[in-house]
């Protein structure tokens, strides 16, 4: 693709779609518990996003935007997932067990926030960072840019 | 007070990985820092000792449980207590030695984290109350010993000595756990001092052979005894310091311990006492022997301390009291000796620039406070008055005299032995400080005035123990006393004493030194007939057959692994679908009469009917289309009505991920679409017929398989448990989800990771690719 062109419908609406993508996938981070959703589901989602801002606007661009690169994502994804795994033991609990706090609020009612969403979040993070490593690692070789 | 004793453990590995935070706060000041931490438990221990009477046991309990039923307990009681004053005392001052001899390497954060690692697992060792810690303080010992002997990794021998010693003593570490389990299994409970109050017969049981044999592979290897001695002369490429910590008082004498230790269940058969026997008498003397060949002064050191080795080894196999009484002295002689002797090597190779003995002369002039107290230490490894080392050595000799029967064998190559260490410190004295020697006198780099107190303190003090205790050896008493109460369960008064009058030994002790003067005399004649024998044996060299053997082992897995490792994918694929296929056509029912679902059929659906309508189309499509796009898109068709199949049965998570996946490998599949070769038919009719064929094979019994899955209930289905626990227990109510992070949470752990690993797999795939480029300068 040469550089000169540029599509600046293309370019805003993949802005857009971008924001779009990254809230509703917290979005069903979050509800994934109750309702239909989750870290995998919302990891794709998310770097759904982030591959049409790459193709748009260029590898350089979004590992910028990333703040840090797809494989510290990965990292952190682990990592989260390694902590939520030894919470437990400080507990006196098995290794992945669930531990759960319960916080009660006058608008929203009791929420349950445990260790599960912690490592939905590691999953989450993981998932994107795999899928944007592959396809910028792609990109870089094709010269997307 | 002792029962602060685990926490100071404890505060000695964190002081090891802490390392990395105190290293750039200290610099060269690092060592002399850490060494604070084995001088506490010295402190403590030697405080102790005073609580030590002839029965003295105390056991720690932890309130820890790393495995079920595994406490980390402690166990205090006079075998420990000598092992870790040891351990601590030298370790305290080999890091006292090491800030100076390391502060010219590079690295040193790494050393001294590897050291004090070593030391925290030794010393865990020598205290640990449980099997199964033992052993993993056991392996922890080698794999650390296996960083500090590999210290120098830019030299091929290092890294080779390093290999070799991991490996041999990795291998007597998983004999150890095969034992220990086994006795464990037995017992019912890994706790040591449970297992003894017990009093379980292991002696009679059927597998006593195979725990035996466990056990003294495990022992062999780590305490280098004939024939896996090899490794230890090659780990003196480490570092002095490491090499004067792993001969004196940790590692090679972890062995000796667990003999100890194990006594009481495993001991007092005729197959330990003959086995160890053999073994100990054959390390004994080989040690000594080769160590009369040698130029390098470590290696001389290497091989003297094979040789007491398989002393220890020995005494433990004779057995009686009076040989285990004489284990622990000669234990605590040969740490003292040793270590300081191995400092003065370093010492030395710091000041003059090398080790070999025939090079270095008259150092007792420039180096006088080293010099008087390596002859010291000379004098306690050629065992003479007023040394500990006569104490030691008096005691050995009573107890190879006391064994009926044997003694014709042991006592002479024991004398034998002994001959060649006091030749050999007469050698090392005359070659090296005797100040009248007609040899040029040795250029000095460092004469001692320059060397900082902490850098010979080593040797010094250690010296100056060992002459303390050779004049009062009485302080030993209660001690040994309380040592042998635990090995030999009976409670024996000793007492140690310098001069026993005179008697039998003492008239051994009289011709073995007479006789080592003459062998240091003539030693010229005899160098050289060991030399030939040495060249003879090189023929047999054990370090290069060992070599030779793994060298040998990796290059047929290699082979093997590229028979198998082919890159074709087609094959691989092919492989694995004609293995799966044979062995589901084994177990399927071939009576599809029988095949009828369990929950009966349920109506057609139109919708059903049109999705399976557009994915066969869709599949026919691909199949036959000549153009690679439209082939990709049928795909991508096809996954999409699976995940429509998905949400037409209620499995909204699942249909959704299907959906994404399916639209994100659309995505990927069109970015490399346009750099893939032209869509052209290469493969012969041959092989497409034989490609339909399988696949014809695999769409078939996959059917089947599915419709078995349909009509065979074996175990009660799970979900059940899964809809009513997800909200109760575990606070969602998306099934799916929960299973995922919750219920099966462990198989999505090992998922995450296989994604990584995958990704890291295509990340480097990529680069690779990317970096030829480049060099190749496109």
Redesign the interface.
Known sequence: MDNNIRNIILEKVVQLFLKIMLIYSVYLLLRGHNNPGGGFIAGIIASTGFIFYAMIYGTEKIKKLMFFSSRQWIGFGLMFVFISAIIPLFFTKEILTGVWINVEHSITGAIHLGTPLLFDTGVYFSVTGVILTIAISIMEVLKWN | MIKILPLLLGLLFVAGFMVVVFYPLLKKRLGLFLAIFPLMIFVLLFLSIKDVNSDYLLVLHGKTEFLKNIFLDFRVDGLSIIFGLLISGIGFLVLLYASWYMKNYERQGHFFMYLMLFMAAMTALVFSDNLIMLFVFWELTSVTSFLLIGFDYHLEKSRQAALQSLLITGFGGLCLLFASILIGQIAGTYQISEIISQNTDFVNHPQYKLIFLMILVAVLTKSAQFPFHFWLPGAMQAPTPVSAYLHSATMVNAGIYLLLRLKPMLGETELWKYTLILSGVITMFLGAFFSMGQKDLKRILAFTTISALGTMVLLIGIGTPLSIEATMVFFIVHGLYKGGLFMVAGIIDKSTGTRDIYVLSKLFRPLPLTSIFAILSLISMAGLPPMLGFVGKELVYVAKIQLPGLSWVILPLGVGANIMMVAISLTIFFEIFYPLKNKPQIEIKYPEKKLPWYFIAGPIVLAATSLLLGIAPGGLNTLVSNALFVTKDQLIDVHLLLWHGFNQVVLLSIFAVALGVLVFVYRKYINRFIHYIIEWLNKYHLPTLFMKVLNTYLHVANKNTSRLQHGYHRFYLMTFFLVTIIIAAFQVNWNLSELKPLSGYTPININMLLLILVGTLATIFAVFSKSRLSAIIAMGVIGYVIGLIYLLYGA??LS??QL??E??VM??FV??IY?LPNFALLSTRKSRIRDIIISLMVGFMVTLVVLHANAINIYEPISGFFAENSYLK?????I???I???FR??D??GE??V??L???G??S???F??NKKINNGQ
């Open positions: 909204i998570d959704i991920t994404l996946v639209t994100v995505v990927l970015m490399v750099y575990a606070h969602g109510r998306n799916v989800n929960v995922l992070v919750d949470a462990l999505t752990l995450v990771t994604l990584t995958a990704a890291v295509v990340y795939l990529f680069r690719t990317v």
